[in-house]
């Protein structure tokens, strides 16, 4: 089975997860090899696995969420944010070259950020096998790697010109590390509004009023904030598209498919939707 290349540029920024050394190539792009003799082998769906023998990462999306995930953003019904990220990506001073994507899932945000930078490269990070799989086939100039997003990144110090998180956990003193100086971190997090319309009749999981003082509190000692954006749209989802929408998120760890399906017949057959997104971006 022929094997897409790896991107050398993205195989640059990584690093062994057990001694941080460099990390290159096997010949055919069958895995990753330091100087120390650390080596990694390419799964058969193409995403790499970087982490130090014994250490499990924090459980990330199952199998269903991710399925969902992908459904909803391939029919294109975040379109207007991945926009949104690519930019606030591309703005500030210099050239973008590589783009760092924590948590990153599917992949589907950061090939949408690669569209609009032909230039650059990309890595996905997340600690889900089964994103991983997904985002290994999302873009040619991307790479995908499990990895754990709380613990050391497999990055290189200074290595990456923007850091991206899309509604997951940002690890501040790492992402300070891996930027290069100048480099900026864009963050996207729900606003208190998002899905609105969904949250009382489903019984969703409600915004944290204060998650925006957490998230400087979070990267403020680590970085300095650049500027802000508030995306805002209004979707209409059929209750099909609305149950992936739920299913993706954290709800899905909350709400059976049966309790859903249920509540969801109690709406209209198709329900106006509010997406509200805060787009951060802050500077090392």
Sequence with gaps: MSRRPWPPRAVAVLACPVCGGPLSALPGDTGLRCPAGHSYDRARQGHVTLLPPGHTPPSGDSAPMVADRAAVLEAGTYAGLTRALAGAVAAGEGPVGTVLDLGGGTGHHLAGVLDALPDAVGVVLDSSRYAARRAAGASPRALAVVADTWARLPVRDAAVDRVTVVFAPRNGPETARVLRPGGRLVVATP??????????????????????????????????????????????????????????????????????????????????????????????
């Design 191 to 284: 606003a208190a509004d998002h899905l609105a319309e969904l949250v009382g009749p489903l019984g969703l999981l409600r915004v944290d009023p204060d998650k925006a003082a957490r998230l400087a509190a979070s990267l403020e000692p680590h970085l300095a904030p650049a500027g802000a954006t508030a995306h805002r749209e209004v979707l209409e989802l059929d209750h099909r598209t609305a149950a992936s929408v739920v299913g993706m998120g954290p709800h899905a760890r909350h709400l059976t498919p049966e309790r859903l399906a249920e509540r969801l017949a109690g709406l209209p057959p198709r329900v106006r939707v509010t997406l509200a997104v805060d787009v951060t971006t802050w500077t090392v």
